[in-house]
């Protein structure tokens, strides 16, 4: 029996986790349920799994919540301590961190602390945090599985193969919905357009990021930190119709990739059941409807995401963070129709230009350069 805590339990990476757990509540069991301020659907789910405790950010929606479930059995807690609450109550043995951005870092470190194994879905602690979250893990001997559908490819791929060389890891992308476009035709696109993504579905933070690139850029840090390897030695293809969802490259020439649908509770599951392949609620591939496989080389000069994000992770220390932050204040700026869409990189840019890197930035030192963003953007574009 695995005894699940989900953080972030009514976003994208949540819903689709109770999906997996529905189907296999033989073997799961969900303890702790938590989210930003969805509370008519953090009731539902609730009423329906029965965790021993949920938390909700937002202290007046907890207080809402409270009464609304006052005749089940579950106990209610608010704010970040009601989240470190969630993650690290005793019952549980995986965390799943279906939270977005650099919110989940606190939360993280304090699961890894409890001894908690993570499924990690929030990229951005990685990001960040990833010189804290890594030796910690190990120091505490939990496991770090990658439900982010490129890593859980990786992850897989490396399966059984300590022993063997890697050349490269070849990340794939799917473009997103503006694959092929110039920068001309980038200048007024609308944050609707930005949200249709051909092939995946998605939290709305990580498909704008994905329309950007700078998921992608994102997802190479993420990678440095999980697989141990430098960001030149992880290469970039873009997979339009994202059936390779990533590979490794061995010193002899063999690549060995993960191919599958596109449905992300595949990653959630294996993240689940590792190393385990078991039935899961996606639908079967149809190689015959799919056809074709393409490859192509992804436009840097256009999505500057990408090459930002390289920049970031090989000047290292605080500057991933920096990059983080700017993208998340731009990426929620940008939904909300106050920027266009290339403004996204100016911001990013600037941020980097502007920042003295910090070596080995504390937690403290994170939330503060966090805060230093917001601040800086806010006076200058509000
Ligand atoms: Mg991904």
């Known amino acids: 029996m695995k005894h699940l805590s989900i953080l972030g339990s009514t976003g994208s990476i949540g819903t689709q986790t109770l999906d997996v757990v529905r189907m296999h509540s033989d073997s799961m069991k969900v303890e702790a349920l938590s989210c930003g301020r969805n509370i008519d659907l953090l009731e539902k789910q609730i009423r329906e ?42 019952e549980a043995d995986i965390v799943i961190t279906g939270i977005v951005g650099m919110i989940g870092i606190e939360p993280t470190i304090a699961a890894i602390r409890a001894g908690k194994d993570i499924a990690l879905a929030n990229k951005e602690t990685c990001v960040c ?45 799917s473009g997103g919905p503006f694959l092929g476009k110039t920068k001309r035709d980038l200048e007024h696109v609308t944050v609707k357009e930005a949200l249709s993504h051909p092939t995946w579905s998605m939290g709305p933070k990580v498909t704008i990021d994905s ?81 074709r496989m393409d490859f192509l080389r992804p436009d840097t000069e256009t999505f500057r995401g990408l090459p930002l994000a390289y920049r970031a992770m090989r000047e290292g220390g605080s500057m991933p963070c920096i990059f983080n932050a700017a993208n998340e204040w731009a990426n929620a700026c940008f939904r909300r129709g106050k920027i266009h869409f290339l403004e996204i990189y100016d911001i990013i840019e600037e ?29 200058k574009y509000m």
């Not at 405790?53 to 579950?74: F, G, H, K, N, P």
């Not at 190990?138 to 490396?158: C, N, T, W, Y």
């Not at 980097?352 to 006076?379: G, K, Q, T, W």
């Open 49 to 90: 799994f029965h965790p021993r405790i949920a938390a909700v950010c937002d202290e007046s929606a907890a207080a809402d919540l409270r009464v609304r479930v006052a005749d089940t059995s579950t106990s209610i807690f608010s704010g970040m301590d009601g989240l470190i609450e969630s993650v690290t109550l005793p």
């Open 129 to 173: 945090a990833g010189h804290i979250i890594m030796p910690l893990a190990k120091k505490m001997g939990v496991r770090i599985l990658p439900v982010d559908s490129e890593h859980s490819a990786i992850f897989q791929s490396l399966m059984g193969r300590a022993d063997s060389k890697i050349r490269k890891i070849l990340l794939t992308a």
């Open 211 to 291: 329309a950007s690139l700078c998921n992608k850029g994102l997802e190479v840090m993420e990678a440095r930190w999980l697989f141990d390897v430098d960001v030149d030695r992880i290469q970039v293809l873009i997979q339009p119709q994202s059936l390779l969802h990533s590979a490794v490259e061995y010193e002899d020439g063999s690549v060995i990739g993960q191919i599958g649908p596109s449905d992300m509770r595949i990653p959630i599951q294996f993240a689940l059941t590792y190393p385990n392949h078991i039935p899961s609620p996606a639908e079967e591939l149809d190689f015959f409807k799919a056809g």
């Open 351 to 379: 941020a980097m230009d502007e920042h003295v890197r910090i070596d080995s930035p504390s937690v403290e030192d994170l939330l503060a350069i966090r805060d230093d963003i917001n601040r800086h953007f806010d006076e």
